[in-house]
């Protein structure tokens, strides 16, 4: 069973805000008492059968006025159908920023149901700026908003005026128009709402699963109210360092795709791929792809989506989105087949098809949530000149993304909120109830930075190793070893003894 250390600290309160710029004090948020979480109506929603209800939940816009202005936040649930094996309600946190919980129960809801058998109520919302809940606008253009743009990709020469002109525009749309919704944007608000949403049930504790961004939120949940805490399992955890947050997170990805791609090669060199074989052999794979996305910045094909050209940078964001799932190999492989073909550029029928991710833009509302959170968590460092030398050199080390994940954002121009706070540091100080579950190649959340997560949280945390590729562990890549020991721990407290790992 779990074993609980104890602590002369639990950190029962919120930490205090650090009020930037402001001409008169302000109250912290940790200071005010919280103000009562009203019951939900819940109502029948989502697939016929599955048993699913939503409500929505009232939360304040800023907890330093919990009085002051409202906004609602979209909640669901599956509740148990075994009252005598019911323990309590398990939070599902999804990955993002921009996930939304709603969608992930709908999704994942009937087999964790099913693999707990009961013991839980499974709860999640769409956190504030997501889905149903209150959204923020920057009102953005809409090619700003395409994935390729909203991820920093440097021009095909690496030069990045481009998106030093775009992230300045873009900072400056949503100080513009974001207002005090896009402010109020941030990881520790997503924490608070979490436990407004606790009280709200009516639940004395919570057993969190929080996965890729949302290991993060459940691990400053559980930094900040120990005390609330039952079972956490925090699945795909990237580097906690509280200097840095999101911007570690995206320099990660250059390493998480280097660790990651040998899996495709191995894939797209397999005799049995029959047409989308890339190569004979898996080290010819990776030259293969860099050669075309090469060709591809000096000569874009079209696609099927009018007006969509596959350019190098196309064709690398479609990988980084292949790499998070081995599902999505053959679609990427038939888009590396596509655009080498020669009749591409002038037989409609032969061109490259996209993946939806990369036919459009998002909307306005998800480009906002997608910046406003990194953005406000932590303010970015380096000046333009320092962009410049580190992309150069990431392109270098890692062509793989061609010097993205080292590029300027948004974030490096914005305006940071009155109600900025620092981020909270994760420590080992609290309750021994934290599951840690890591794919060894993950192409987002590497494993080297996941064990930045198992050392800042101590002997709180057990780490399970899956030796597997891929983003997103727990009932989602078919490893038998690790879903069977997260849920052995969510049934019973049952942690290994030690870290381990999973064939």
Sequence with gaps: MTTYRCTTTLLAALSTAVVVGALLPMTPASAVSPSPAAPLDWTACGPEGQGQECAKLTVPLDY??????????????IRSTRPEARRGTLMMIPGGPGGSGVERLTQKGPRLAQETGGAYDLVAFDPRGVGGSTRANCRLDAADRLMVTLRSWPAADGRVDENIARSRRTAEACARNGGAILDSLTTANQVRDLDRL??????RRLSAWGTSYGAYVAAQYAQKFPHRTDRIVLDSSADPDPKRVAQGWMRDMAKGAE?????????????????????????????????LAARLDREPVPSTTPGVAVDGNVLRQALQNALY?????????????????????TDPTRRPVLPPALTGPLGDEDAAITVGVICNDVRWTGTVADYRT?????????????????NITPCTFWKTPASAEEPTRLTSDGPSDIL???????????????????????????????????????????????????????LTGERPERDTTCP
């Design 390 to 406: 580190a992309v150069a050199a990431d392109r270098t080390a890692h062509p793989l993304t061609a010097g993205m994940p080292a």
């Design 198 to 203: 606790r009280r709200a049930l009516g639940e």
């Design 259 to 291: 660790d990651r791609f040998p899996d495709f090669a191995a894939w797209a060199a397999h005799a049995d791929r029959g047409g989308l074989r890339l190569a004979e052999r898996p080290e010819d794979v990776r030259p293969l792809f860099l050669a």
């Design 436 to 490: 840690m579950i890591q794919n060894r190649r993950d192409p987002a959340t590497p494993h080297s930075s996941g064990l930045k997560m198992r050392a800042a949280l101590g002997d709180r945390a057990r780490l399970v190793t899956v030796e597997r590729g891929g983003h997103g562990v727990y009932l989602g890549n078919g490893n038998a070893c690790g879903d069977a020991t997260v849920t052995r721990f969510l």
């Design 325 to 345: 799932s081995d599902g999505a190999f053959s679609s990427m492989a038939r888009l590396i087949k596509a655009a080498q073909d020669p009749a591409a550029g």
């Design 64 to 77: 330093r006025d919990p009085a002051g202005e409202q906004i609602a936040l979209a909640v669901t649930r």
